[in-house]
């Protein structure tokens, strides 16, 4: 449903992009964030340093413009110099000009991290996408960094930049306040069947003679407790929000609620665990 609070936070003549980051800083006080176009806004200057050096040496890469009206089209250059002349959504236009390419905004906000804070590893995060095919861009994040590494040696960048991506989109152990017995009932019972499965190991490895008897109960053991696991999912529901059919929980909802709950185990367990146990719990989702 729509937040109560939508009519509060946008108005007639309001800016969506204030209001929006204005709403998010209220749910999450905490919150040092910025959205993009500001973000590369406020460092044009070095922004336009990293893709002169990258539009010189991989000018193939840019293939999409943005024209006034919001169009978009295809687009080529040969340097920097035509890159110049139609500018740079975001950087050297506010409203038009070529896109970035994808690849290219993962080296650029790297490098400007890397130059700003004099780090040699950097963070990001991805949504449900990004995780499954970075690895193909490896080999050209490689020459990008190269090609700007060689074009500013003022930057001192470091001969080697690693890139961690986390795979955030798999931090689903979190619900609305209000929801928080759902949510511990389906990672208590998730928890509690990996503590049995270890104990059912041990009775098959210990059964000797006896062993197949010992995997026929295991087995109706193991069905009793899938069945305990579906019916905490479907009293879980909103654990399997998907991003892209815009009814996932956002600030509005938060400030709805008056907070989130995250249940303690997903505070402490590696991000590998996490993902193990979404993807458990993929599979067991009813009617999937």
Same mark, same amino acid.
């Given at each position: 449903?729509?937040?109560?609070?939508?009519?509060?936070?946008?108005?007639?003549?309001?800016?969506?992009? =204030?209001?929006?980051?204005?709403?998010?800083?209220?749910?999450?006080?905490?919150?040092?964030?910025?959205?993009?176009?500001?973000?590369?806004?406020?460092?044009?200057?070095?922004?336009?340093?990293?893709?002169?050096?990258?539009?010189?040496?991989?000018?193939?890469?840019?293939?999409?413009?943005?024209?006034?009206?919001?169009?978009?089209?295809?687009?080529?250059?040969?340097?920097?110099?035509?890159? $110049?002349?139609?500018?740079?959504?975001?950087? #050297?236009?506010?409203?038009?000009?070529?896109?970035?390419?994808? $690849?290219?905004?993962?080296?650029?906000?790297?490098?400007?991290?890397?130059?700003?804070?004099?780090?040699? =590893? @950097?963070?990001?995060?991805?949504?449900?996408?990004?995780?499954?095919? @970075?690895?193909?861009?490896?080999?050209?994040?490689?020459?990008?960094? #190269?090609?700007?590494?060689?074009?500013?040696?003022?930057? %001192?960048?470091?001969?080697?930049? #690693?890139?961690?991506?986390?795979?955030?989109?798999?931090?689903?152990?979190?619900?609305?306040?209000?929801?928080?017995?759902?949510?511990?009932?389906?990672?208590?019972?998730?928890?509690?069947?990996?503590?049995?499965?270890?104990?059912?190991? %041990?009775?098959?490895?210990?059964?000797?003679?006896?062993?197949?008897?010992?995997?026929?109960? @295991?087995?109706?053991?193991?069905?009793?407790?899938?069945?305990?696991?579906?019916?905490?999912? $479907?009293?879980?529901?909103?654990?399997?929000?998907?991003?892209?059919?815009?009814?996932?929980?956002?600030?509005?909802? @938060?400030?709805?609620?008056?907070?989130?709950?995250?249940?303690?185990?997903?505070? =402490?367990?590696?991000?590998?665990?996490?993902?193990?146990?979404?993807?458990?719990?993929?599979?067991?989702?009813?009617?999937?």
């Amino acid at each position: 449903k729509t937040s109560s609070l939508a009519e509060e936070w946008f108005r007639s003549g309001d800016s969506m992009l =204030e209001r929006h980051m204005a709403s998010l800083r209220k749910a999450v006080p905490e919150l040092q964030g910025e959205v993009y176009s500001d973000y590369l806004r406020v460092r044009s200057r070095s922004a336009t340093n990293v893709l002169r050096a990258t539009a010189n040496s991989h000018p193939t890469l840019w293939e999409r413009s943005v024209q006034a009206n919001g169009t978009v089209v295809n687009y080529s250059c040969r340097d920097w110099a035509d890159l $110049a002349r139609s500018g740079v959504l975001g950087v #050297t236009r506010p409203d038009s000009g070529a896109l970035i390419p994808n $690849a290219l905004n993962v080296v650029l906000i790297s490098v400007l991290e890397a130059h700003e804070r004099g780090v040699s =590893e @950097v963070y990001h995060l991805s949504g449900p996408d990004m995780v499954r095919y @970075v690895g193909l861009l490896k080999d050209k994040f490689d020459e990008l960094y #190269t090609a700007v590494r060689s074009a500013l040696p003022t930057w %001192k960048l470091p001969e080697t930049l #690693t890139f961690n991506l986390v795979p955030a989109a798999d931090f689903r152990l979190v619900v609305l306040k209000g929801r928080e017995a759902a949510l511990n009932e389906l990672v208590e019972t998730h928890l509690s069947l990996q503590r049995d499965n270890v104990q059912h190991g %041990k009775r098959i490895q210990e059964a000797g003679d006896d062993r197949y008897k010992v995997i026929g109960e @295991v087995n109706k053991l193991r069905k009793a407790e899938g069945d305990r696991l579906r019916a905490a999912l $479907a009293n879980c529901p909103e654990v399997f929000y998907r991003i892209e059919s815009a009814n996932a929980p956002s600030q509005y909802d @938060v400030l709805d609620a008056g907070g989130v709950h995250v249940h303690p185990w997903a505070l =402490e367990a590696p991000m590998c665990e996490i993902s193990k146990v979404v993807r458990t719990f993929e599979r067991h989702v009813p009617n999937k």
